[in-house]
């Protein structure tokens, strides 16, 4: 799901999601957060955030806030 809210310069934003795993087996994953930052020309310049890598087994869930 994609729900994109503007926040103002100086204003803070909270973000909370988790990550289920259904399959069987564990993986190995690398968790990203990419935010847009838009420039004063109007264009938007992508930033990358390396959250956490996590190892997840079947059935296992991971919450991030």
């Known amino acids: 799901m994609h729900n994109a809210r503007k926040a103002k310069v100086g204003e803070s934003i909270n973000i909370s999601f988790e990550i289920e795993k259904k399959a069987a087996g564990v993986a190995a994953l690398m968790v990203v957060f990419k935010v847009h930052f838009v420039k004063a020309n ?3 310049n992508p930033k990358v955030f390396k959250l956490k890598a996590i190892e997840l ?3 296992q869930t991971q ?3």
Request: glycine share 12%.
């Open 42 to 44: 109007g264009s938007a």
């Open 57 to 59: 087994a079947a059935n």
């Open 63 to 65: 919450c991030f806030q």
